[in-house]
């Protein structure tokens, strides 16, 4: 194979044809020719051969388009270096996007899996089509659930639709919801909001602490009128927390309500941000740690009041994402997301069908690799060999 006319960085990416590999380079740069050389030169006897066949290569495109002018140059290739019977199989080899790879899989074993072998695949035009009808269907005509006894607080906050082209909605909202989630192998049982705010009292007397010490960092400072201010305004913090946790620090044993949070809520408006703008590096530290206290209790009551709202927006999805699923069962079709995560799944429960995969492959590529979210990762993974061993990303 003669690769003299290549640049040295395509000449060793093309040779390397073991152990793992990462081509890093710019548009214009000759990736998808270095891409179908390497497929070739991995064929030849030269090469050791690294692969025996094109079907023990498997190559990941970013659309079909690319995968079709990837074929179509390696079998050029092949011809020219006296390769034809097995230019002839190009057509037939795992040269594909990510999910035409799953759909492959999918249908190959369909009967094993309990999958109608003649699925269809919902375009994104489609599925965008009938996420929107799950949403209105959800939603209702009226644009307002509350009246229903449901999402009091999260239509208190937003809008069932948008009403201009930057505004928050319901509707936006668990568009992107649904969509982060469907990356997700648990989907929306695997979105997290992350842990539970402290409880007020715990913050109320933190920030106590905090006002206290700043109190007493102030009073180090020169006397001026910043400095006299930030102390009055201390103390009325002060006075305002120990009222709050002479309130509700007795509530211990039973869970914050929001009214508890909305209270406290009340009670932050009441406690100044102090300034960090007088006195020495001792009287500024003290206040900056009471202004960070602050920050984190502003942050968690924030959280702590969103919540509910957070809640009525899961149980909603949910609703949508049931009524997403009828509508795809009824067309007996998958979405690109299904493909992937039910290729995984299988892999998962069935080990004979992740076996035939994880061994049949000598060399693996990804093209536009910085494009490939979490779960293609995982999946490019399985079959990538021990450590990835035949792994070469491109990007």
């Not at 290729?343 to 998962?348: Q, Y």
């Amino acid at each position: 194979m003669n690769l003299s006319t290549c640049t040295p960085g395509q000449r060793q990416s093309i040779e390397h044809v073991r152990g793992p590999l990462l081509v890093s380079a710019g548009a214009g740069s000759g990736k998808t020719f270095t891409l179908t050389q390497r497929i070739a030169y991995a064929l030849l006897p030269e090469s050791g051969p690294a692969a025996s066949g094109v079907d023990e290569v498997l190559a990941i495109t970013f659309t079909e388009k690319a995968a079709a002018e990837i074929k179509a140059r390696v079998k050029r290739t092949l011809r020219a270096e006296g390769m034809c019977e097995e230019a002839l199989k190009v057509d037939a080899a795992w040269i594909s996007t990510i999910h035409g790879m799953c759909a492959r899989i999918l249908r190959a074993h369909a009967l094993d899996l309990g999958i109608d072998p003649a699925f269809g695949i919902l375009g994104e035009a489609e599925r965008a089509d009938l996420v929107a009808a799950a949403i209105d269907e959800a939603l209702g005509q009226d644009d307002d659930l509350a009246p229903r006894g449901f999402g009091e607080a999260l239509f208190a906050e937003f809008a069932a639709r948008s009403t201009g082209p930057r505004a928050s909605s319901v509707a936006g909202m668990l568009n992107e919801l649904l969509s982060k989630a469907a990356n997700l192998r648990g989907g929306l049982d695997a979105v997290d909001f992350g842990p539970a705010p402290e409880r007020p009292s715990a913050l109320a007397r933190k920030l106590l602490l905090a006002y206290e010490d700043a109190t007493a960092a102030i009073a180090q400072a020169k006397p001026s009128a910043a400095s006299q201010k930030a102390a009055l305004a201390a103390g009325e913090a002060v006075c305002a927390l120990a009222a709050f946790i002479d309130e509700h620090g007795g509530a211990e044993g039973r869970e914050a309500s929001p009214a508890d949070w909305r209270a406290f809520a009340r009670t932050l408006d009441r406690c100044a941000f102090l300034p960090a703008t007088f006195g020495g590096a001792e009287v500024k530290a003290g206040v900056r740690a009471c202004q960070g206290m602050h920050g984190h209790a502003a942050q968690q009551t924030a959280l702590a009041l969103a919540l509910p709202a957070a809640e009525e927006l899961m149980e909603l999805a949910r609703r949508v994402a049931r009524s997403y699923e009828d509508a795809k069962r009824a067309l007996c079709k998958l979405d690109n997301d299904d493909l992937l995560i039910k290729t995984f799944e299988a892999f998962e429960a069935r080990p004979d069908i992740a076996r035939r995969y994880e061994r049949r492959f000598k060399l693996v590529m990804v093209d536009e690799f910085q494009d490939t979210s979490q779960l293609q990762i995982d999946m490019i993974t399985r079959l990538a060999g021990e450590d990835c061993a035949h792994l070469c990303t491109v990007g």
